[in-house]
């Protein structure tokens, strides 16, 4: 008898369009204590996704200190490192003739998408009531990169000394969604 009245409550819930057992939240997507070596520098971090559970991204709030220039949020079914935090900046990373130039790996290894992009100085962003990109769960997207382009002022940042350095875990604050009961009108999304 309970099977029956929850089978007809999400009926009636999804006939009359109501939106039903929201849970919004945030988690960090911070980089973890990454310190560049030197300018123009690309570092991505991955975060795995709950293959569970559909999550849909609502907003982004940035984390950073001056020696961001900017960051993107990729989704992809598989990162492009199995390394938690990797070189991903190509040719950006040194030359070939480079002593310090370092092994670097692709964002993702296939179907990228970008969900997000700040530059310096940008705001946050909240998606509007109803949007969102749908991630995890059976979603193409089982994984959040971010990528962090370092910019000409590294050397600041190692003059602060490592104390100091730890304050500033670069990267995002992501604003989200669960849905425990799915309906019709519940959380559009983008991908």
Known sequence: MANNMASCLVVLTALLGLTCAIKIDRTPLLMPGVAPQKADT??????????????????????????????????????GSQERVWNCGGDMSGTSGDDNAQETSPVC?????????????????????DVGFQVGGETNIQYLVLQVHYNDQVKDYHNKGKQSRNKFNNGLILIYCNLFISTLFACKHLY
């Open 109 to 129: 290894q296939s179907d990228e998408k970008i969900l997000y992009a700040w530059a310096h100085n940008a705001p946050s962003l909240e998606l509007p009531e």
């Open 42 to 79: 690309y570092m991505c971090y991955t975060m795995k996704l709950n293959s569970n559970m559909e999550q849909n991204l609502v907003g982004f709030l940035p984390n950073t200190s001056h020696v961001v220039h900017h960051m993107l949020l990729y989704g992809c079914p598989e990162p």
